[in-house]
């Protein structure tokens, strides 16, 4: 898939908790997309006349079905190029891209599937899982979700919806500062996951989100025996390593 300049129109802005907030844009020229669930677009923040490039990538949280648009979900870091800039826009705007990139995608959907986020690296997964569940995958596909508090908890209606309408999808969120019951696991969600993964037989395993996770995952995932991992080391912006 070659990599292409877009032009889109800010059609909806959304804010999904107070620092995370999501960006439906439609796409004016070209008006369609061709991508992989999982690939990410790019935006340019090279200041006029600057030294140097600047380029900060989100991953297209929308699935491929939906190739009129795409779907962005970022956090608002403080001082930071890129959330500063997509924080400012506002419905009816106009904005430049480049896509699509990215070698973390979807590869076989003939086995089983683990799936591990942490914050905003959720963006790629629900593409991923939105594609999965739109194509009659027929594998055992699990979400295991890291976040702070309740407060940063979104698409919980989502997956809810996306597990009732698909019972081989199942998801659980992890929260590391909370000790409320409700259904959440209280942790950080590498616990969750050496605590819930029996085996690694006929399982491909996707990571997206800090890299101590990503880490600690693949260290909890290679104890267990020998599976294919795709990872990717997700943030907006460089920022402290998240404790979830």
């Not at 924080?87 to 990139?101: A, H, I, M, Y």
């Not at 973390?104 to 963006?123: K, N, P, Q, S, Y």
């Not at 969120?173 to 969750?192: H, K, N, Q």
Request: glycine share 8%; proline share 7%; charged share 25%.
């Amino acid at each position: 898939m070659p990599i292409q300049v877009f032009q889109a129109i800010v059609d909806r802005v959304r804010d999904l908790t107070d620092d995370v907030r999501e960006l439906d844009l439609r796409l004016k020229e070209p008006t369609d997309i061709q991508f992989k669930a999982g690939q990410f677009i790019a935006f340019d923040m090279t200041p006029p006349g600057g030294p140097r490039l600047i380029i900060r990538p989100y991953s297209i949280a929308s699935p491929p079905q939906e190739s009129d648009h795409v779907t962005i979900v970022f956090n608002r870091v403080p001082g930071g190029r890129g959330s500063t800039y997509l924080f400012s826009v506002k419905e009816g705007d106009t904005v430049v891209f480049e896509g699509p990139q990215g070698s973390f995608h979807l590869h076989e959907r003939t086995r089983d599937m683990l799936f591990v986020a942490t914050g905003t690296g959720i963006a790629p997964i629900r593409s991923m899982l939105q594609d999965l569940t739109n194509g009659g995958y027929g594998g055992t596909a699990r979400l295991y979700w890291g976040l702070r508090t309740r407060r940063d908890v979104y698409y919980r209606q989502e997956f809810d919806a996306m597990a009732a309408r698909c019972p081989n999808f199942s998801f659980t969120i992890a929260l590391s500062r909370s000790d409320e019951g409700r259904e959440d696991y209280t942790g950080r969600v590498t616990g969750l996951v050496s605590e819930r993964l029996a085996s690694v037989k006929n399982l491909d395993v996707y990571l997206c989100g800090n890299h101590a996770m990503i880490r600690d995952v693949t260290e909890i995932v290679r104890a267990k025996g020998l599976c294919p991992i795709y990872r990717e080391i997700y943030y907006d912006d460089p920022t402290p390593v998240p404790d979830y």
